[in-house]
């Protein structure tokens, strides 16, 4: 075989550096194990200056969904995670979509064949046997076929996958920066597909032709693909290539027995944040699933990106399954929702406002500020807030407040003194709405709560509000505090 092709390959691959790469196939949304998977490899290469490769894995055309890579880039966008060179942006080692890479894997897998690390099997099998190589090796004729038998059947036009030779003999062992050193027995290894009948190749084979020749020096994936890592290696040393560094994670589990899944209708990324998590809390939850920060930040749970890329050591991951707590997710977002500076707040809650109050008349950036400190979750607005749109009918119970020491005959006597000054005002502000109430409460020898809880109940028709008597009235206005006052001392007034 001539091999021009190969040399003018390896001459293109980039030496001296870190290099990641995060592999998606675009058969959905993005879960929140691949968002792992995506945020440990960016981080990688970040801290050690590296580059950050975004590759698309769509070889297996059957399961690919429309309009998933896009679903991909924009989580990956979402999220910061740039990449240096893929598939929009280019780079060095390109294509970066592996079906426009096809010509390649042939040659490699010819030429590994040549070496004796492979050979072509004619048998006639299941295409799932052919991705799995699930079968008996020593029942597989073509392992010992002549290079003149194969010369003849290829020549006669069979179909034929190829498949890796695996030793039958001795061990093969594989260091793992989580897992340390694995031995296995060979012969517990399967000789595995590397080219399909259709001159595809398989996740696997693509998998180490791909991170070769793109330099890549580290690979995060999940620990699944664990059992196949003494393969890959047999492949890496068959070609002569350096072995990379590998990092298995281990699964994130929904509970101690069983892996998240989208069919169980675990949540995605983009599940999350329809739920109202922000990015960023969601980002800094599941870099603390299967990892933890060391030293002086062990104690640490909060981590803006870049702090991570700092913080970030492989020694950090955990061989344990990490389990996705929701609730933890939510305490953590709540959090962030908090630090957020008012002006990304409204911004962020804006659509949920809007959801709740589609009056006009509502200032939402008044409404905003009740809402921050009290949320898990951004979907909690609507019906925080949908009182401000129209006032829901609501029981004369709500006006007993036993603090407050309010019922509905001493309510009905406040809501009565509140009207005439409310009517004499002529300016309409937080300032003169809550002076107004304190002196009112003052001048009848009441406490606040007796006029702040009859107020807030009238023109809320809630027993809990964000904000309270004086942010209400201010934010519903003049016009429609005293039509919803009136109102209450309506429902309050017994009937003759």
């Not at 799932?128 to 194969?150: A, I, K, M, N, Y």
């Amino acid at each position: 075989m001539d091999m021009t092709w190969y040399d003018e390959l390896e001459a293109r691959i980039p030496k001296g550096t870190v290099r990641t790469r995060f592999a998606p196939s675009p058969t959905g949304y993005m879960h929140v194990g691949n968002l792992r998977t995506a945020l440990y490899t960016w981080l990688i290469a970040r801290k050690n200056k590296g580059t950050f490769i975004f590759r698309l894995e769509d070889t297996d055309q059957t399961r690919q969904v429309e309009g998933a890579t896009e679903l991909i880039y924009r989580t990956m966008n979402e999220c910061g995670l740039t990449h240096d060179e893929g598939p929009d942006v280019g780079g060095p080692v390109g294509p970066y979509i592996q079906t426009q890479r096809r010509g390649l894997y042939g040659k490699y897998a010819q030429l590994l064949a040549e070496k004796g690390h492979a050979y072509y099997c004619f048998c006639e099998k299941a295409e799932s046997e052919e991705e799995s190589g699930d079968f008996q090796r020593g029942e597989d004729p073509c392992r010992s076929l002549t290079p003149q038998q194969v010369r003849d059947m290829l020549d006669q036009g069979k179909p034929y996958v190829i498949r890796q030779k695996i030793p039958q003999e001795g061990t093969t062992t594989f260091s793992d920066a989580s897992f340390g050193e694995i031995t296995v027995e060979n012969n517990t290894l399967d000789d595995q597909v590397l080219l399909k009948r259709d001159g595809l190749p398989t996740y696997n084979f693509a998998n180490v032709v791909d991170d070769h020749l793109m330099g890549i020096t580290h690979v995060v994936r999940g620990s699944e693909y664990l059992s196949s890592a003494p393969k890959y290696n047999l492949l890496y040393e068959a070609f002569g290539w350096e072995i990379p560094t590998y990092i298995h994670c281990s699964p994130v589990m929904r509970d101690a027995q069983h892996k998240m899944s989208k069919r169980h209708g675990d949540p995605s990324y983009e599940d999350l944040r329809a739920q109202g998590y922000l990015t960023d809390a969601i980002l800094n939850y599941v870099a603390l699933l299967g990892w933890s920060p060391r030293g002086e930040l062990a104690e640490q749970e909060f981590f803006t990106l870049e702090e991570l890329v700092e913080a970030f050591d492989i020694t950090g991951i955990s061989k344990s399954p990490a389990i996705f707590d929701l609730e933890k997710l939510k305490y953590f977002n709540s959090e962030y929702i908090k630090k957020l500076s008012p002006e990304a707040f409204l911004e962020a809650a804006l659509p949920y406002l809007r959801e709740g109050i589609r009056s006009d008349s509502i200032d939402l950036s008044l409404v905003a500020p009740l809402v921050q400190t009290r949320l898990d979750t951004l979907t909690e607005i609507p019906p925080m807030v949908d009182f401000f749109d129209e006032l829901p009918a609501y029981g004369n119970d709500l006006y007993v407040h036993k603090k407050m020491k309010t019922n509905e005959e001493n309510s009905l006597e406040a809501l009565k003194l509140v009207v005439p000054v409310f009517e004499g005002m002529t300016e309409w502000t937080y300032d003169t709405v809550h002076d107004a109430l304190i002196d009112l409460a003052a001048a009848n020898e009441l406490k606040n709560g007796r006029i702040m809880w009859p107020v807030r109940v009238a023109v809320s028709g809630k027993p809990t509000t964000p904000g309270g008597a004086v942010e209400l009235c201010q934010i519903l206005g003049k016009d429609e505090t005293l039509r919803r006052i009136h109102k209450g001392i309506e429902q309050l007034t017994p009937q003759a």
